[in-house]
């Protein structure tokens, strides 16, 4: 069965810094490009950071620069390290198999908030 658990979010101040996990499990991460999502209540949800597997990354206008996507795969996880956070930084943050095409069924997600 294939898994995704996104983890790393809470509370913190704007210009601070987080760092997202998303462990996969039943697949192998290898194989697959990545993307990290976000959503806020009330709006699609968006693609923030893509990695292929061959660790080519982009990213959308509103968060380069500031954010940086990462793979581990000896690990099976994807890592997304956010700084200087701002207040439209808040979401529910998700990772997927797929940049821009996601192709699993979302996990729970990880709460981020960026308010002082």
């Known amino acids: 069965q294939v898994q995704l658990v996104e983890s790393g979010g809470g509370l913190v101040q704007p210009g601070g810094s987080l760092r997202l996990s998303c462990a996969t499990s039943?697949?192998?991460?290898?194989?697959?490009?990545m993307g990290w999502y976000r959503q806020v209540p009330g709006r699609q949800r968006e693609l923030v950071a893509g990695?292929?597997?061959?660790?080519?990354?982009n990213y959308a206008d509103s968060v380069k620069g500031r954010f940086a996507i990462s793979r581990d795969n000896a690990k099976n996880t994807v890592y997304l390290e956010m700084n200087s956070l701002k207040p439209e930084d808040t979401a529910i943050y998700y990772c997927?198999?797929?940049?821009?095409?996601?192709?699993?069924?979302w996990g729970r997600g990880t709460q981020v908030t960026v308010s002082s």
């Open positions: 997927n198999v797929g940049i821009g095409a996601p192709q699993l069924n």
């Open positions: 039943g697949i192998m991460l290898r194989f697959y490009d």
């Open positions: 990695v292929t597997t061959g660790y080519r990354t």
